[in-house]
């Protein structure tokens, strides 16, 4: 049987021909026939802007020279209370404020452990203060915060707990005579304790032994023999104790000593009076 030849209609002249289907059944196929999809579209690329949100205004840059970078300085000193100045009338810092336990003894009168607590307030710390005399505190703590209440007196034994922390340091200040018993709050990070001793008495070396820093006063000679065999103080050092001004002290560690000079403000002044090594 013959078939008759296609015809092409005048109109489709010229035409391409039928295109040749995706799929050819073979003699092997199973029946099923695949989906050919058509190519997806290449997505789009996003374009990410350096830095998040909106893009900000654009400005030069600073730009210095080499030779320039010199003259650039940012005046970094201590940091801490002010307790005076040295003899080469620089000013004298005490950090007190630090992220490890700080023990200090100091060896003399009510006005530099007073002075020592206002100052280490105007900072910012909080102050505790234990002490068997509480009329020689009160009216210090009422006018320390100016309204505020950043000094806070307790009783001898009677200190809870403080919860320093680096935004909230605190300065806990023992006023208990000449033998002070062994607080319930001791030295932590952020919280320094600095211990007031009268005098050297023969339970002083052992406070003295454990303090990272001691301030002495004006003593008599017979102490000066317990703190050179406590702190090993050189004999040039020990000769001039005694005969110190009421508001010179000698701060010393086991290898640097410093005399340093408390001048009070005229607010000092009014509130503690003039200074004085004996009450």
Known sequence: MSYPTPTMNPG?????????????????DTGLIPIVRPDAPQQQRRIFS??????????????????????????????????????????????LARPNPFDVVVVGGLWLAQVLALRAAATGARVGVETGRPQAWQQLAQ?????????????????????????????????????????????LPWQAVVTVLPFVGEHAPRWLMQAQLVGIQ???PQETEVVRETLGVPAEHLEMLPTLSDNVTLWCTRKHRKYVMTEPTDAETGLLGMARRLD
């Open 50 to 95: 350096p830095g998040f949100g909106l893009r900000g205004p654009r400005r030069n840059r600073h730009v210095v020279t080499a030779e320039e970078v010199a003259a650039i300085s940012v005046p970094i000193g201590d940091d801490g209370v002010i307790i005076g100045t040295d003899p080469e009338s620089q000013p004298a810092v005490l950090g």
């Open 12 to 28: 489709q002249r010229g035409q391409e021909p039928a295109r040749t289907p995706a799929h050819v059944a073979s003699p092997t």
């Open 143 to 187: 006018a320390a915060g100016g309204g505020q209440q950043c000094m806070t007196v307790y009783p001898v034994g009677r200190v809870p707990a403080q919860g320093p922390s680096v935004s909230s340091p605190v300065v806990l200040i023992r006023d208990c005579g000449v033998r002070p018993p062994r607080g319930r709050v001791t030295s």
């Open 218 to 220: 004006r003593i008599s």
